[in-house]
């Protein structure tokens, strides 16, 4: 069975290991609660093409030539979605050079994921003055959308929600580092990097939580946020929270960073066997390649 949770440092120590769940420093912990508390968390907002993009894949009555159109609005997006229409992850033979033929081969509920993603890591994960953190945070946020899908799929469940909810986790880690370079900076104030990385899984759930919140996102997102490094103190939206929890524990697989000890009792109530743990870590390699498309 699950041992009680502990928090693991994000993309960081294995549970168990030095540093892993440490609090951050009395100071940075009370300045960042002070920041959250007086409304001075400056959330970002989502571009307005990816909720058109989302709305527009929402409406029964669109087409892939409406959703094309809208595309081309915004030649980057244009270019991921190809991108990803022509990747190995799709099982691509046959190279697609038309957005109507890349929707047509993503289907509009994966056309959906796709631009959120894009927008998120455009719009959130940022690199500022901790380029590499952030980096390795989006990287780990795209590996665990990745399993989310797996996960899904070997369930037999909405594999887009699922890959949300892997993909949109840790998406307060970078909103709380911007808050950290704030704070040093009204402060005159300089934390170690120990102390920010506490401070950083301390906070990056709650802080990710509002964020999907204020987007506007299903309530689910803003679950599988808040509880997915402790699935059992969820109340509501239990599956995506444990499809999130146990997608993050394989992303930290796959970084080396987590032995998936204490994994059963989720695995259990995923209606999940060990088996299907051996299929899914069998997958790192290719999870792993299809990542490097979100990059």
């Known amino acids: 069975m699950d041992s009680p949770s502990v928090p693991r440092s994000m993309a960081g120590p294995a549970v168990g290991s030095p540093g892993a769940g440490r609090p951050p420093s009395p100071a940075l912990d009370a300045l960042l609660a002070a920041h959250f508390a007086d409304g001075e968390l400056v959330l970002p ?6 909720t058109q993009v989302v709305a527009l894949c929402s409406d029964p009555s669109s087409d892939a030539r ?5 595309l081309q609005r915004d030649p980057a997006l244009a270019a991921h ?10 099982g691509a033979r046959e190279k697609v050079v038309s957005l109507q033929q890349a929707i047509a081969r993503m289907g509009v509920r994966q056309l959906a ?3 959120l ?8 994960f940022k690199a500022g003055r901790h380029l590499e953190r952030v980096s390795r945070l989006w990287h780990h946020s795209a590996v665990s959308g990745l399993f989310g899908r797996e996960i899904a799929r070997m369930r037999r469940r909405n594999v887009e929600s699922a890959f949300l909810c892997g993909l949109l986790h840790d998406v307060g880690g970078p909103v709380v580092l911007q808050a950290v370079d704030e704070i040093q900076v009204a402060t005159r104030c300089e934390f170690s990097a120990k102390e920010i990385e506490a401070a950083l899984t301390r906070h990056h759930a709650e802080v990710g939580a509002r964020l999907v ?3 506007g996102l299903p309530e689910w997102t803003s679950a599988a946020a808040r509880h997915h490094h402790a699935p059992e103190a969820a109340t509501e939206c239990l599956d995506e929270v444990r499809t999130a929890h146990l997608a993050d524990r394989l992303a930290d697989f796959t970084e080396g960073t987590d032995d998936l000890e204490g994994i059963d009792g989720v695995l259990s ?7 299907d743990l051996d299929l899914l870590q069998q997958q790192v390699e290719q999870v792993r390649s299809a990542a490097e498309v979100y990059a």
């Open 45 to 50: 907002l989502l571009p307005t093409y990816a």
């Open 66 to 70: 409406s959703l094309a159109q809208l």
């Open 117 to 124: 993603s894009i927008a998120v890591k455009t719009k959130v």
């Open 113 to 115: 994921s796709v631009a």
């Open 269 to 275: 109530a995923l209606g999940l066997y060990e088996e």
């Open 81 to 90: 979605v190809l991108a990803i229409a022509n990747s190995a992850a799709l």
């Open 213 to 215: 919140r204020t987007w």
